[in-house]
């Protein structure tokens, strides 16, 4: 049974096709048109699935959008008639937006991909649910969704087993704790759906002295739900301001863009983020006490939080968690489509010991070639492992070299598919990646790579890390050894790299140990800022040319940079 999921117009539409229960195929509309986030419906994304499992659309026997149109319009609509003098223009939009987007998407179906099939909608909260549980290594397992908001809940507490999830209870709009923690980012100066990481980074460079504060503006209640005091916000009719002139008499004028990061931000942004892994203890605390599960699973945008996922890790509250690397909309797609199918069926659910994130498109060596012969550069030929010995050498040299190599990445990480590498022994490497390459606040940190055998030598992470999700202490002594990858707070958002799963990848890790006797690179998404991660050998040639990359390791071909 082929079934597609669909998520779309809000932020990283995406598609993902499930064959048997298994997500086979996913990609994001963004690599495929290089607009970042991309919101359209995503016809490239949907193709590519099709492609990949050699379908028509007419093959499919289901599709799933992520959420329900007229379920999130009447929420809409209910806002913007209890609200102010905004209320007509808010509603107009958003009945536009239903009738020349949502409403017409059998049609775009049938246009683009030639499916004429039924077309189900899945409420959003329970793709978000059903993209983590059934990617899950666990037979049974309590969920946890947070997020902005889907058509009413913004919060999900479910119970998954075997085949089928079951909700339990929800928080509704406008009592969002990712609504709060993305207003707070733009009053701290950063875009709203893409500068939530840069105010998790800069929380590590402040002391959280508004704590008192940031707890007015959310309130903790033993049940693990949570009250946010709407008065400090605007974004139930703002999603561009966000905050009110409450906020800013509270907390003091707001950071514009252009202006430079103080440490009074940097204090803020720490308050806000000790306040978020509060509340999410609180959620996953309830969560235990619900269910009853020692396991756990979350999605949704606010688990991308890698802090707060170790601080749920350290409580102890659960043996095992699952956190679908693909945790916003995007991922949602996936969720829809493993939602349709286990609905459909009655067939046992075998779990996944181990979900593969690697959903995107490949290329084979010959088209590669002509690629890089077409832009006349000058390239070699060689085996893996001797690629591997000499991309070593060059990350020793320290040296950056741009990494492509097998299907792309679902989600918003780069794991050794689409990646840049540097030199986690050199404490400049940070600086050079910012400057040369990446053109990004000094601020944020970069993620270090480690092979899964040598994780617990240098990092204080009590499992495998494969999806960057965690952000663990680097244990006492070792920052010395790996300074680029060490945060300014002790921590690091770690990769672990597994022999079986990615040989070589961790090929390279085993060669560049040999030489550095540290078995730990850096690592971090292939694109600069602005722009999506690259997803065809010419994206990659593209970003190696306008970057200071100094090599490109693409196929089995090694790419000298032109001078």
Not at 287 to 314: E, F
Not at 431 to 446: A, C, I, M
Request: glycine residues 8%; negative net charge.
């Amino acid at each position: 049974m082929n079934v597609l999921g669909i998520s779309c117009y809000y932020h990283d539409a995406a598609a993902a096709l499930v064959r048997d229960g298994v997500v086979v195929a996913a990609a994001e509309e963004e690599r495929f048109t290089r607009r970042k986030h991309d919101r359209s419906f995503p016809a490239r994304s949907a193709r590519f699935c099709l492609d990949f499992a050699g379908l028509a659309g007419s093959d499919l026997d289901l599709v799933v959008f992520y959420e329900k149109p007229l379920r999130k319009l009447q929420r809409g609509l209910q806002v913007a008639a209890a609200g102010d003098g905004r209320a007509a223009e808010t509603a107009r939009r958003l009945v536009q937006h239903y009738v020349h987007r949502t409403a017409i998407l059998p049609q775009l179906l049938a246009d683009t991909i030639g499916y004429r099939g039924e077309l189900q909608y899945c409420e959003h909260h329970l793709s978000h649910a059903a993209s983590c549980f059934y990617a899950s290594p666990f037979e049974e397992a309590a969920i946890l969704t947070v997020d902005g908001v889907g058509e009413w809940a913004t919060t999900g507490q479910f119970v998954g087993s075997g085949n089928r999830i079951e909700a339990v209870r929800e928080i509704r709009y406008p009592q969002s704790l990712g609504m709060f923690y993305a207003a707070m980012t733009a009053y701290l100066g950063f875009e709203v759906n893409e500068g939530e990481y840069k105010v998790m980074g800069l929380a590590s460079y402040g002391r959280p002295t508004c704590a008192a504060q940031i707890e007015e503006l959310v309130a903790l209640n033993a049940d693990g739900s949570f009250a946010i005091d709407l008065s400090y916000f605007d974004f139930v009719h703002s999603l561009e301001r966000m905050f009110s002139p409450k906020l800013v008499d509270l907390l003091g004028p707001p950071r514009l863009p252009t202006e430079p990061v103080e440490q009074r931000h940097m204090d803020i942004a720490a308050s806000v983020q000790q306040r978020i892994e509060e509340a999410l203890i609180g959620l996953v605390r309830s969560a235990h006490d619900v269910g009853g599960s020692r396991n756990l699973c979350m999605a949704g945008g606010v688990a991308h939080n890698v802090v707060a996922n170790s601080a749920i890790q350290r409580s102890g509250l659960f043996d095992g968690i699952f956190i679908q690397p693909a945790s916003g909309d995007n991922g949602a797609a996936a969720g829809a489509a493993l939602e349709g199918y286990w609905r459909a069926v009655e067939a046992p659910r075998v779990p996944q010991p181990h979900y593969d994130t690697c959903l995107g498109p490949s290329f084979e060596d010959d088209g590669i070639a002509k690629v890089l012969q077409a832009r006349r550069l000058v390239f070699q030929r060689l085996e893996p492992a001797e690629l591997c010995r000499e991309v070593a050498k060059l990350v020793h040299d320290d040296l950056v070299v741009g990494w492509f190599q097998g299907r792309m990445e679902f989600g918003p990480r780069a794991l050794g598919h689409r990646s840049i590498l540097g030199n986690a022994c050199n404490p400049e490497t940070k600086d050079t990646l910012n400057l040369r390459v990446k053109l990004r606040e000094e601020f944020r940190p970069f993620a270090p790579i480690v092979t899964e055998e040598s994780l617990q030598r240098y990092f204080d992470q009590p499992t495998p890390s494969p999806y960057m999700l965690y952000a663990p202490r680097v244990k006492q002594g070792m920052e010395k050894l790996v300074p680029a990858g060490t945060h300014v707070d002790g921590t690091a958002r770690v990769q672990s790299v597994s022999r079986d799963r990615e040989p070589l990848f961790h090929r390279l890790l085993t060669e560049f140990e040999a030489l550095s006797g540290v078995p730990v690179m850096i690592n971090t998404s292939f694109n600069i800022r602005g722009e999506p991660i690259v997803c065809t050998p010419e994206d990659a040639v593209n970003c190696f040319l306008r970057t200071d990359i100094d090599y490109l390791a693409i196929g089995n071909f090694l790419v000298e940079k032109p001078f």
